[in-house]
């Protein structure tokens, strides 16, 4: 599943599960890729699915808690993106 902008994901940052928002999805080398602004307000770059990795979006746990709604994210992203105070990851 591919995830766009807006959509509320779960995040495994070295074996800790947070919950962010996508900020931008693009393909490096045929892989999607995606930023991903946390609830603690810190951004993270060029994450994808691949649970080889210390950091990746957790396609199992997103799917089970955000995909049926049980957890959304508190980041108005909406409100920021009208405002365009989204934070810019990559030039």
């Known amino acids: 599943m591919a995830y766009k ?5 779960i995040v495994t940052v070295e074996n800790i599960n947070h919950v962010g928002v ?6 490096i080398n045929k892989q ?8 603690n307000r ?3 770059i060029m994450l994808n699915t691949s649970t ?3 950091n990746f979006i957790n396609k199992t746990l997103t799917s089970k808690l955000c995909d049926t709604g049980m957890i959304e994210t508190t980041i108005p992203y909406k409100e920021l993106l009208e405002q365009d105070k989204l934070p ?3 030039d």
């Open 5 to 9: 902008a807006g959509d509320t994901v």
């Open 52 to 54: 080889a990795k210390h």
């Open 42 to 44: 810190s951004a993270l």
């Open 88 to 90: 810019i990851c990559r």
């Open 22 to 27: 996508v900020l931008d999805k693009y393909l």
């Open 32 to 39: 999607t890729m995606y930023d991903v602004l946390l609830e």
